[in-house]
């Protein structure tokens, strides 16, 4: 894997040329490191799936440019998703819209749905702009792992997988994007993310409910996903640690040390913006070491607070779901 400095232009440039050649590329956003592809090459965007080893009944996320683009690859774009796009890109908010059948099957798992979003990091912008074509882009992980903040988690991931990765420092947000789509009830939310439900509520009206079926219609909604390897429990308080032989995630600085033999503070002063930040990163690192469990403190689930609860439950389920248990 080769590791280029994504603000060089000569790195965007050599990028563009794995894309153009059917190649996949690591590159950063503002909230996590995405694997990118030609959205509009099915069998390049099937090299995405086999460096992830990801279902392909998982469909992804098409990186634009240009708000404008949304209609090139887009039908019937209600005027709430407008409004959307308007104050929130380029930004972590991704829409579910009606595709056009330029998009292939692969990208969409088939559905008649794309998901899409115009990111705000530089390289992630001067990737898609010179490449004048979406790239179709999940995280840059191995599937159902944590997300990448940093080009280190994805050179560790993905070693021998893929041909390049553009590092871009580390990621802003630190927490996948915001996933919604539209109806007449109002708007639904499939992936709590880095822009809360308050603020879109300020702009339109969230509903909570959608029809419901077997299918994954967004990115992030299977039942598990974003897990550590280690077994993780949700904790309300660190009374509830019951081995030394742990890790131990807290959301604030606890008043008293833990007997956990590792631990990693998201927030000293219980900024959920910081915890967010901080979250993958930290998970990622508590992972590594030698221990049976990791214990995650609970965070109040208001803003972003919901999207960092919503994913310690899909980790915490995983192991559970996987087993049958």
């Known amino acids: 894997m080769e590791i280029a400095n994504g603000f060089e232009a000569s790195s965007i440039e050599k990028a563009i040329q794995f894309l153009a050649a059917g190649e996949v590329v690591a590159f950063p956003t503002e909230t996590v490191y995405g694997l990118g592809a030609d959205a509009l090459n099915p069998y390049a965007v099937a090299k995405i799936f086999e460096a992830k080893n990801r279902p392909h009944f998982d469909p992804l996320i098409v990186h634009i440019s240009e708000k404008d683009w949304v209609f090139r690859y887009a039908e019937h774009v209600p005027s709430s998703a407008l409004k959307l796009v308007e104050i929130f890109w380029p930004g972590p908010l991704t829409v579910i819209l009606q595709r056009k059948a330029i998009i292939p099957d692969i990208v969409t798992a088939g559905l008649p749905t794309v998901a899409m979003r115009?990111?705000?990091?530089?390289?992630?912008?001067?990737?898609?702009?010179?490449?004048r074509k979406p790239i179709a882009a999940p995280s840059a992980n191995p599937f159902g792992y944590m997300s990448p903040t940093k080009a280190g988690h994805v050179a560790r991931m993905l070693k021998g997988r893929i041909p390049?990765?553009?590092?871009?420092?580390?990621?802003?947000?630190?927490?996948?994007?915001?996933i919604v789509s539209f109806q007449e009830g109002g708007v639904y939310i499939h992936r709590h993310g880095a822009i809360s439900e308050e603020e879109l509520s300020e702009h339109v009206e969230i509903t909570a409910d959608r029809e419901q079926d077997a299918l994954c219609r967004s990115p992030g909604e299977l039942p598990y996903h974003y897990a550590p390897a280690k077994p993780l429990k949700i904790i309300h308080s660190m009374d509830e640690i019951k081995t030394d032989n742990s890790s131990f995630l807290a959301f604030r600085a606890p008043e008293r040390p833990s007997i956990s033999r590792h631990m990693k503070i998201l927030s000293e002063a219980g900024d959920l913006k910081e915890a967010a930040a901080n979250f993958f990163s930290s998970l990622i690192e508590l992972d590594r070491e030698d221990i049976d469990i990791i214990y995650a403190e609970r965070v109040p689930e208001v803003g972003i607070g919901r999207a960092i609860m919503e994913r310690l439950?899909?980790?915490?389920?995983?192991r559970s779901l996987l087993h049958g248990r």
């Not at 390049?164 to 915001?178: A, H, K, P, Q, R």
């Not at 439950?313 to 995983?318: D, E, F, I, N, T």
């Open 118 to 131: 115009m990111p705000s990091h530089v390289v992630a912008l001067q990737l898609i702009n010179a490449f």
């Open 313 to 318: 439950r899909k980790a915490s389920k995983k």
């Open 164 to 178: 390049m990765l553009l590092d871009g420092g580390d990621s802003v947000f630190g927490i996948e994007s915001t």
